[in-house]
T-cell receptor
């Protein structure tokens, strides 16, 4: 049973560029949540997708957007990258009516 | 403002010691509290607690929730070097399924 997968593992971008991160949820899960985790901090909730719609959103600017596909996989897009966007981006999947989330290995984004 | 606070922020102990990690919370309409272990990247699920006073146990790890005093503790007995990790606490609140996270406790076990 494949767990949550994310790609790419690492990414280096320049300020002002755009980036797309990808996530495939655990088999049987229909909900994907995205988190940003800075060094030494807990995950910060970006948004959650269910039934191809953004259901919840944390305190992140519109530069952060996402998408969920019919196969439940998801993308996180960040436009106009800032140095402060450098972080570990975690994807977590779950079943919509359950709180327990399973995490992928994350994408380490470095903005220079 | 909804928040989750973990303490201590870091802890160094020797193998064989017992440790207690704390998680306190202030949220609207508490639903559940979850503990995760983060070793390198992906946090891995440990426990979910919904009811007060009922201990959840898995091997040397155990956890309990106090909904009156708004906190949970995670105990690890007979610690091993493999227990070295960041332990994260998250709380589900309101009627959505969003989690709010603490900053974590970094636990280092010395041989």
């Amino acid at each position: 049973d494949a767990g949550v997968t994310q790609s790419p593992t690492h990414l280096i971008k320049t300020r002002g560029q755009q980036v797309t991160l990808r996530c495939s949820p655990k088999s049987g899960h229909d909900t994907v949540s995205w988190y940003q985790q800075a060094l030494g901090q807990g995950p910060q909730f970006i948004f959650q997708y269910y039934e191809e719609e953004e259901r919840q959103r944390g305190n992140f600017p519109d530069r952060f957007s996402g998408h969920q596909f019919p196969n439940y996989s998801s993308e996180l897009n960040v436009n106009a990258l800032l140095l402060g966007d450098s972080a570990l981006y975690l994807c977590a999947s779950s079943q919509f009516y359950l709180y327990e989330q399973y995490f992928g290995p994350g994408t380490r984004l470095t903005v220079t | 403002e909804d928040k989750v606070v973990q303490s201590p922020l870091s802890l160094v102990v020797h193998e064989g010691d017992t440790v207690t990690l704390n998680c306190s919370y202030e949220v609207t309409n508490f639903r559940s509290l979850l503990w995760y272990k983060q070793e390198k990247k992906a946090p891995t699920f440990l426990f979910m607690l919904t009811s007060s006073g009922i201990e959840k146990k898995s091997g040397r790890l155990s956890s309990i929730l106090d909904k009156k005093e708004l906190f949970s503790i995670l105990n690890i007995t007979a610690t091993q070097t493999g227990d070295s990790a960041v332990y994260l606490c998250a709380v589900a609140y309101n009627s959505n399924y969003q989690l709010i996270w603490g900053a974590g406790t970094k636990l280092i076990i010395k041989p």
